[in-house]
T-cell receptor, first 114, second 112 residues
């Protein structure tokens, strides 16, 4: 039944480690997104993919690398984790790239870097 | 840089009261969306307003898009404890491939 799912739900790790967050959607959508929500609840777009092609790439450190193996999956790999990477990361998907295409959000992955 | 400012940041009211949340920008957006986010969950879309001056109603919630498409408001009538949550506005960037700019949110607590 889950539309947009993310794993893991919680991720606690040490500075300098490399970690990945996975996202899957079963809505048949073409477009997927990664957002970062900081401690003040400010939600910011990081990346978007449409049919496995990178569309939006905001000013995000090179340590963050998204990968879309197919339309239903968009994973986020983070190298050399820093304290400032601690946040909740949300995956979302939409039918397409039109403004009228509603974005459906996953439940989020809370990343804590110690 | 396009920014959306939401006010107030926090709102604590009693059940039955009315409230208005504001979302303002100096930029024009092709549409404005309102989301509600519960703790531990992702945002859920409430409404999208597209035309300047547009008003949409969703039960006790009334959404308005400013004439110049730079601002929006959310009015809740007779608030209920179930309305408690984080309300986020998001502007769609014109020609931006469905890129959304989010406000920082208004945290609403409605007490019985």
């Amino acid at each position: 039944d889950t539309a947009v799912s993310q794993t893991p739900k919680y991720l606690v790790t040490q500075m300098g480690n490399d970690k990945s967050i996975k996202c899957e959607q079963n809505l048949g959508h073409d477009t997927m997104y990664w957002y970062k929500q900081d401690s003040k609840k400010f939600l910011k777009i990081m990346f978007s993919y449409n049919n496995k092609e990178l569309i939006i790439n905001e000013t995000v450190p090179n340590r963050f690398s998204p990968k879309s193996p197919d339309k239903a999956h968009l994973n986020l790999h983070i190298n050399s984790l820093e304290l400032g990477d601690s946040a909740v990361y949300f995956c979302a998907s939409s039918l397409g790239l039109e403004v009228r295409d509603e974005q459906f959000f996953g439940p989020g992955t809370r990343l804590t870097v110690l | 840089t396009q920014l959306l400012e939401q006010s107030p940041q926090f709102l604590s009211i009693q059940e039955g009261e009315n409230l208005t949340v504001y979302c303002n920008s100096s930029s024009v957006f092709s549409s404005l969306q309102w989301y509600r986010q519960e703790p531990g969950e992702g945002p859920v879309l409430l409404v999208t307003v597209v035309t300047g001056g547009e008003v949409k109603k969703l039960k006790r919630l009334t959404f308005q898009f400013g004439d110049a498409r730079k601002d929006s408001s959310l009015h809740i009538t007779a608030a209920q404890p179930g309305d408690t949550g984080l309300y986020l506005c998001a502007g769609a960037v014109s020609g931006g491939y469905n890129k959304l700019i989010f406000g920082a949110g208004t945290r609403l607590a409605v007490h019985p």
